[in-house]
C-alpha cells in the first residue's frame, strides 16, 4: 500500500476528529470476538497504517500518529510504514512509551480520546478508564471514522458452515455443554457468554472459513440450564447444520441481536463472561443490567487439554504432514540451483504438497519463507516486491502449517542451500541445543512455561546470542494455530503445562540482513512418573521431518543431544518412510542417518 494512500486516509480521519472534537483516536486492534487474526472487515490497523502484521496498535492525534508492534515485526512495521505519517514504538523495549502513556500526553488535561469499544476486552477497557479518568481525560466510544471513510469495506462473512464430526472431535456439544454450566457453578454463575471464536467452534462443533487460516466462524453464544442459543445469520448454516442445532436444542438468533438479546435477560441470570476475551461493550452490557460476573472462562483450558480423539487425530495429521514436508525438502534440495526459485514460488510449492494429503482443509497461516537477511524477520511476508530469489548457498527459514480435519500443524526448518560459514553452522546447533533441551525436559506437575523457556535460550546466552519471542505457544485441534491458555516464554503466566496439552517448541536466532535460524516441533504434555515429590511429566515430540544435519557443529553438542537427535530421526524415518516413493524414501534416508562427534 502506497505511503500516499495511507496519507490520505489520515488527512480524513483528522477531519472528522476536529468536527468531533476528538483529540486523539485509538484504532481498532482487533474485531468485536478479540481475534488474533480478525476478517477483513475488522482489519482496520491495516487499512489505517498500511502495517499487515497479526500485532500491533496505532493511535492518530491532530499533529501526530503513531504505531506499536513487537519484535516479530520490527523490520516489517518499519518498512511498511516508511513515508507514511506514523511513527513505529518498539513494543517490549524499556525506553519505549507504551499506547496509553503517549496518547495522554497528546491528549492533554481535559482532552477527548475516542474508541472503540467493541475493540477491546473489558480488562482492557477498564484499566483505559481508569488512566484517562486520572488524567482529567474523557473517552469517548461514539466516534466512528472507519464507517465513513472506508469505500468498499468487506461485509460481515457469509461463507457456509458445517458440523466437525464426533470422529474428529472425539466429544460432542451436550457434552462440553454440560462440563462448562458445570464448571462456572463455582463461580456462583448460571449461564455463559461466549465471544473468542474459536471457544464457539469447539464447544458448538461447528467449523467454517471466515477467517483466514483459521476454520472458525462469526458468532456469538449464549449457554444456559434452560437456554442454548448461538447468534449466526442464518443465510451461513445448510441444512445439515440447521438440523444439528435443532436436535441439539440451540436456539438460532441473528448475529446482531446479542446486544438487544442481554436487555431480555431475567434478573435471576448470572450470566459468566471472560472479562480478558469478551468485548467492552457486551461485558459493561450485562454489568449495567446488573447480571454480569466477570470470571475467567472454563472453555480455554478445556479446550487446550486434547481428548485421546484429538490426540490421536494430530498424531495422524503430523504422519502426513511430515510426508508432505520431505517431498517439498527432497523438491527444494535436488532442485536449487537448477531451476528458479523464490520466497514466493517455494511457498506456493510447499502448499502444493500438503494440498495432496488426505483431510487436508488449508493453511494453518501464511507461509514465512525468509531467505537470507529475509529469515531474520521473525514474521516475514514475502511480497512481489520484496521476493527474493534462492540461491544454492546460505539458509532458507520456512515457518508453515497446515489445516486438516483431524489436526492443525505448524512446523519450521531453517534449510542450508549450500555453503555455510562458520556463525551460520554454530547459530544453527545452539538452537537445536536449545530444541533438544525442551524436548527432553521432565518437570514436576504445576511447573508453568516461564520455567521451561530458559531451557531453550542456555545454550545461545552462553554465546551472547537471544532471541526476542516466545519459546512455544498453544496449538489447536483444526482450529486456531496460536491457542492459549498456556505458553512457553519469558514472561511469567500462571497456566502450569497439563497433560493433554499440545505446545510449539520454537527456539530461534536472528542476525539482522544476515540470517535467521528457528527449528520448531510440535511437543504433547504426557505423564512421566510419581514419586515421593509428586507426578512428573515430560513432552513427546509429535512433528516428523528430519532437521537437516549438514548444518550442525557435532563438536558443541553432548553426545546426549546427539543421541536425542539420532532416535528422532530413527523415528521419523520409520514413521514416513513407507509413504514415500522411492527417491523421497532415498533421500529422507540420507537426511536420518546417525550422526557422532
Known amino acids: 500500500m502506497s505511503s500516499s494512500v495511507i496519507n490520505s486516509r489520515l488527512d480524513a480521519i483528522r477531519s472528522l476528529m476536529r468536527e468531533n472534537g476528538i483529540d486523539v483516536y485509538i484504532v481498532p486492534n482487533f474485531d468485536p470476538h478479540l481475534s488474533e487474526y480478525p476478517p477483513e472487515r475488522w482489519n482496520i490497523r491495516k487499512w489505517a497504517t498500511g502495517f499487515t502484521g497479526s500485532a500491533g496498535s496505532a493511535a492518530i492525534s491532530l499533529n501526530e500518529a503513531a504505531l506499536w508492534s513487537d519484535s516479530r515485526y520490527f523490520l516489517q512495521a518499519e518498512a511498511e510504514i516508511k513515508g507514511t505519517g506514523y511513527s513505529f514504538y518498539k513494543d517490549g523495549l524499556p525506553e519505549t512509551t507504551p499506547l496509553n502513556e503517549w496518547v495522554c500526553t497528546q491528549a492533554g488535561k481535559n482532552g477527548v480520546i475516542a474508541a472503540d469499544d467493541t475493540s477491546f476486552s473489558y480488562n482492557e477497557g477498564l484499566r483505559?478508564?481508569?488512566?484517562?479518568?486520572?488524567?482529567?481525560?474523557?473517552?469517548?466510544?461514539?466516534?466512528?471514522?472507519?464507517?465513513?471513510?472506508?469505500?468498499?469495506?468487506?461485509?460481515?462473512?457469509?461463507?457456509?458452515?458445517?458440523?466437525?464430526?464426533?470422529?474428529?472431535?472425539?466429544?460432542?456439544?451436550?457434552?462440553?455443554?454440560?462440563?462448562?454450566?458445570?464448571?462456572?457453578?463455582?463461580?456462583?454463575?448460571?449461564?455463559?457468554?461466549?465471544?473468542?471464536?474459536?471457544?464457539?467452534?469447539?464447544?458448538?462443533?461447528?467449523?467454517?472459513?471466515?477467517?483466514?487460516?483459521?476454520?472458525?466462524?462469526?458468532?456469538?453464544?449464549?449457554?444456559?440450564?434452560?437456554?442454548?442459543?448461538?447468534?449466526?445469520?442464518?443465510?451461513?448454516?445448510?441444512?445439515?447444520?440447521?438440523?444439528?442445532?435443532?436436535?441439539?436444542?440451540?436456539?438460532?438468533?441473528?448475529?446482531?441481536?446479542?446486544?438487544?438479546?442481554?436487555?431480555?435477560?431475567?434478573?435471576?441470570?448470572?450470566?459468566?463472561?471472560?472479562?480478558?476475551?469478551?468485548?467492552?461493550?457486551?461485558?459493561?452490557?450485562?454489568?449495567?443490567?446488573?447480571?454480569?460476573?466477570?470470571?475467567?472462562?472454563?472453555?480455554?483450558?478445556?479446550?487446550?487439554?486434547?481428548?485421546?480423539?484429538?490426540?490421536?487425530?494430530?498424531?495422524?495429521?503430523?504422519?502426513?504432514d511430515g510426508v508432505a514436508m520431505t517431498n517439498f525438502l527432497y523438491w527444494l534440495d535436488t532442485n536449487i540451483g537448477k531451476i528458479e526459485m523464490s520466497e514466493i514460488s517455494i511457498a506456493e510449492k510447499l502448499r502444493s504438497f500438503r494440498a495432496e494429503q488426505p483431510l487436508f482443509v488449508g493453511e494453518s497461516f501464511g507461509t514465512i519463507a525468509g531467505y537470507e537477511g529475509h529469515g531474520a524477520i521473525v514474521h516475514y511476508?514475502?511480497?512481489?516486491?520484496?521476493?527474493?530469489?534462492?540461491?544454492?548457498?546460505?539458509?532458507?527459514?520456512?515457518?508453515?502449517?497446515?489445516?486438516?480435519?483431524?489436526?492443525?500443524?505448524?512446523?519450521?526448518?531453517?534449510?542450508?542451500?549450500?555453503?555455510?560459514?562458520?556463525?551460520?553452522?554454530?547459530?544453527?546447533?545452539?538452537?537445536?541445543?536449545?530444541?533438544i533441551a525442551v524436548a527432553q525436559a521432565q518437570f514436576p506437575q504445576g511447573t508453568r512455561g516461564a520455567q521451561i523457556d530458559a531451557f531453550a535460550r542456555i545454550a545461545l546466552w552462553k554465546e551472547g546470542y537471544t532471541y526476542m519471542h516466545g519459546t512455544g505457544h498453544g496449538i489447536g485441534h483444526f482450529l486456531n494455530v496460536h491457542e492459549g491458555p498456556q505458553n512457553i516464554r519469558l514472561e511469567e503466566n500462571p497456566t502450569p503445562l497439563m497433560p493433554g496439552m499440545m505446545t510449539s517448541n520454537e527456539p530461534g536466532v536472528y542476525l539482522s540482513n544476515q540470517f535467521g535460524i528457528r527449528t520448531e516441533n510440535i511437543i504433547l504434555t504426557v505423564e512421566k512418573y510419581e514419586t515421593d515429590f509428586g507426578k512428573f511429566y515430560e513432552f513427546e515430540t509429535l512433528t516428523l521431518c528430519p532437521i537437516d544435519t549438514r548444518a550442525v557443529d557435532t563438536t558443541i553438542m553432548t553426545n546426549e543431544e546427539i543421541e536425542w537427535l539420532n532416535q528422532y530421526h530413527k523415528q521419523v524415518y520409520e514413521k514416513l518412510s513407507p509413504m514415500l516413493e522411492s527417491p523421497q524414501k532415498e533421500w529422507l534416508k540420507a537426511r536420518c542417518t546417525p550422526i557422532s562427534k
Open 128 to 320: 483505559m478508564k481508569a488512566l484517562f479518568a486520572k488524567n482529567n481525560i474523557a473517552l469517548s466510544f461514539g466516534f466512528d471514522p472507519i464507517a465513513k471513510l472506508w469505500d468498499g469495506r468487506p461485509s460481515i462473512p457469509e461463507n457456509e458452515i458445517f458440523v466437525h464430526e464426533m470422529k474428529y472431535a472425539g466429544e460432542s456439544f451436550s457434552s462440553k455443554c454440560k462440563r462448562t454450566l458445570g464448571a462456572i457453578k463455582k463461580n456462583e454463575a448460571n449461564a455463559i457468554l461466549l465471544s473468542a471464536l474459536d471457544d464457539i467452534a469447539w464447544i458448538f462443533n461447528i467449523r467454517g472459513c471466515d477467517v483466514k487460516f483459521n476454520p472458525v466462524v462469526v458468532a456469538y453464544a449464549y449457554l444456559s440450564e434452560e437456554k442454548k442459543v448461538i447468534f449466526i445469520e442464518k443465510c451461513k448454516l445448510p441444512n445439515s447444520v440447521v438440523e444439528y442445532f435443532n436436535q441439539n436444542d440451540i436456539e438460532i438468533m441473528p448475529y446482531g441481536e446479542i446486544e438487544n438479546f442481554i436487555q431480555t435477560l431475567d434478573n435471576n441470570a448470572k450470566v459468566l463472561a471472560d472479562p480478558a476475551r469478551v468485548n467492552y461493550r457486551l461485558c459493561n452490557a450485562l454489568c449495567e443490567k446488573g447480571v454480569l460476573v466477570a470470571a475467567t472462562s472454563p472453555i480455554a483450558i478445556m479446550k487446550s487439554i486434547k481428548n485421546s480423539v484429538e490426540i490421536e487425530g494430530t498424531k495422524n495429521a503430523l504422519v502426513r
Open 381 to 435: 511476508r514475502a511480497t512481489e516486491e520484496s521476493d527474493a530469489k534462492l540461491q544454492p548457498k546460505g539458509f532458507v527459514l520456512v515457518d508453515s502449517g497446515g489445516q486438516y480435519l483431524d489436526g492443525t500443524t505448524d512446523i519450521t526448518r531453517t534449510i542450508p542451500l549450500g555453503g555455510l560459514t562458520d556463525e551460520e553452522k554454530k547459530c544453527f546447533t545452539l538452537v537445536l541445543k536449545g530444541h
